[in-house]
Nanobody
Framework: QVQLVESGGGLVQAGGILRLSCKVS????????WGWYRQAPGKERLFVAA???????VHDDSVKGRFTISRDNAVNTVYLQMNSLKAEDTGVYYC????????WGRGAQVSVSS
């Protein structure tokens, strides 16, 4: 069974930097597109960024120019580099396939103070 383990969250000030990692167990990683999703307090989970199995990237307009998604097929891991963080980036960040079909992991809490 595929498992998703997110890490790298934390508390930072506005303008700060974080790098999230998501380790994917199992053998499906390299064959699939992967993405990051964000759930702000009291709101639904929304798409943030995606990377295809060929490395093509898509970022939501709200993070374009600040966040960068990447992947390393050798270690079954997808990353989210987050620069110039804003208070509105606060939330729990999850990774999953695109579209999300794997059981969700616990996520990584990101808190940005203004």
């Amino acid at each position: 069974q595929v498992q998703l383990v997110e890490s790298g969250g934390g508390l930072v000030q506005a303008g700060g930097i974080l790098r999230l990692s998501c380790k994917v167990s199992g053998s499906i990683f390299s064959m699939n597109d992967w993405g990051w999703y964000r759930q702000a307090p009291g709101k639904e989970r929304l798409f943030v960024a995606a990377i295809s199995r060929d490395g093509e990237q898509v970022h939501d307009d709200s993070v374009k120019g600040r966040f960068t998604i990447s992947r390393d097929n050798a270690v079954n891991t997808v990353y989210l580099q987050m620069n110039s963080l804003k208070a509105e980036d606060t939330g729990v960040y999850y990774c999953n396939r695109v579209p999300p079909t794997v059981t969700w992991g616990r996520g990584a809490q990101v808190s940005v103070s203004s």
